[in-house]
């Protein structure tokens, strides 16, 4: 932001913003102003009321009280149309695509352009939009796919070619690289400071605070659903940004206690599954966390899909605890004792139109029925809410509040929880701390160091390559559906997982 933009008048003035929700203030008095030509980031922990607040920017969420201004004027929406009208354009957290219509019938959606003679629509302007905004992001991806059949990264990059397709004055991003890989990430930091450079007013939601301090202008801090402070990136700190957000010093995110290793839990010979995975060795120990590296579609989603049952192996064999696993279906795994976390929590993991109870009692139902009709016991289900709520400090109203209501990072703890209840020796983790801010990370480390100190044995799959290198004992890399790196001890480097994923080996060290 230069001089001009940072003298220059708010484009978006929001003042005294409340909101009420059944039995929860999620914001209270809170103030911002975004101007011409800024990168505004929000940060804060989870129920911070980070999303709330894009909600209502948004449209879709109303407030109580308190007052918003765009270009001078009043600004209230009631929907989201209103929003989209008045040139703000959300990318929200979580992905709100159709599943079998194009990319480019999910990116022009509700403003489908129609042929002049035939009012029929208009497929070829709509391709062609697609593709000048993919050049835009420097990616490429068909618009004639269908979305369901696209990774979650490419997912990802058309909600956000929707949001751009839009236009307006002021763009949301709500932790928009939470799915990416290292180079789109890359690409994505190059549009928002384009958009800066049209003068656009960006407003950026992340928990990855490097990315803050590469793009963002300025940071406003929430917590508990208060403005805590608005600070200039060039006059802050990360340290300073932490504090604030977490009312507390963080001396370490990614802290791996070291464990004794015990008896391998989990083995796997020869497995060849799904589309990408062949012909992989592997073994899980208990007490170890065994991270698994890679780029996106490495064969990291079918390896785990395996373990869980998901899917059937082609050919090979995987043991647990010294007997042959071949489950046939994810409740054969649970049986078995494998806890498993998915990377997609909307499509995959919450059921939202359920309680955080009924959420998180899914994976022991049959360990919650009791008496001769083998009914769920109300009490059971409460003792298990109280267990992993406590445990794991989701922050919700009750047992009884919808899931669907609960922040991003809450309803990752409610999955976590539900993976954690059946109590198994292995814990899959797929993504674990996606979308989750930085006291939550250090929460959830601390609890995977506590199962890993009990005996469990954890497999973690994770794009950050902090998370992967700081809390995992051992690495293996895959690239092409293959182990192609196995690090260890002084391997274990940021530059040797890079290197396997995408050369096949580790970095030669000079003698």
Do not use: W
Request: with cysteine.
């Amino acid at each position: 932001m230069d001089g001009a933009t940072a003298k220059s008048s708010p484009l978006l003035e929001v003042v005294g913003l409340t909101v009420d929700f059944p039995g929860v203030r999620a914001l209270d008095g809170v103030h911002l102003d975004v101007r011409p030509g800024e990168v505004h980031a929000i940060v804060g922990e989870n129920g911070a009321g980070k999303s709330t607040l894009l909600k209502v920017l948004g449209g879709v969420n109303t407030p109580s009280a308190g007052s918003l201004t765009l270009g001078g004027e009043p600004f209230r929406p009631h929907r989201p149309h209103d929003a989209i009208a008045a040139g703000i354009a959300v990318i929200y957290q979580e992905f709100n695509l159709f599943p079998d219509l194009s990319v480019a019938e999910n990116v022009y959606v509700g403003r489908e352009p129609h042929g002049r003679l035939t009012r029929g629509l208009d497929y070829a302007r709509m391709r062609r939009g697609c593709r000048e905004i993919f050049d835009v992001l420097g990616v490429r991806i068909d618009p004639d796919a269908r979305v369901r059949d696209l990774a979650v990264s490419e997912q990802q990059l058309v909600e956000i070619a929707k949001a751009l397709s839009v236009g307006g004055r002021v763009i949301v991003m709500d932790e928009p690289t939470a799915a990416l890989a290292r180079t789109e990430v890359r690409r994505l930091l190059d549009v928002v400071r384009r958009l800066r450079q049209e003068g656009k007013a960006v407003i950026y939601v992340s928990h990855h605070l490097e990315e803050v301090f590469e793009v963002a202008d300025r940071a406003t801090v929430l917590r508990d659903g208060r403005h805590v402070a608005t600070e200039v990136i060039t006059e802050t700190t990360e340290d300073d940004l932490v504090r604030l957000m977490v009312g507390r010093d963080v001396e370490s995110v990614f802290h791996r206690e070291s464990t004794d290793e015990g008896a391998v839990v989990l083995a796997l010979d020869g497995v060849s599954a799904g589309r990408h995975l062949r012909d992989v060795d592997l073994e899980v120990r208990a007490g170890e966390v065994l991270g698994i590296g890679g780029v996106a579609g490495a064969g990291q989603t079918e390896l785990t899909q395996a373990v869980f049952g998901a899917i059937g192996l082609k050919s090979g064999g995987m043991r647990l605890d010294g007997h042959d696993h071949a489950p046939s279906s994810p409740r054969d795994a649970i049986a078995a004792g494998v806890g498993f976390l998915h990377e997609d929590r909307k499509a995959a993991g919450i059921l939202p139109d359920l309680s955080v109870l009924q959420n998180l009692g899914m994976s022991v139902l049959r360990r919650l029925r009791t008496g001769p009709l083998r009914l769920l016991s109300p009490a059971a289900e409460r003792g298990v809410y109280r267990e992993y709520s406590d445990r794991l400090r989701i922050k919700a109203s009750g047992a009884d509040q919808l899931i669907s209501q609960l922040s991003g990072g809450n309803q990752q703890k409610v999955l976590l929880g539900r993976a954690l209840a059946p109590g198994g020796r292995l814990l899959v983790l797929n993504e674990p701390t996606r979308g989750v801010d930085i006291g939550a990370k250090a929460e959830i480390h601390q609890l995977v160091n506590e199962l890993t100190a009990a005996g469990v044995a954890v497999l973690l799959v994770s794009s950050d390559l902090l998370e992967l290198l700081g809390m995992s004992d051992r690495i293996v890399v895959l690239a092409g559906g293959r182990v192609v790196g196995r690090l260890e001890g002084a391997d274990r480097t940021e530059e040797n997982v890079i290197a396997c994923a995408t050369m096949g080996r580790k970095i030669a060290v000079d003698a």
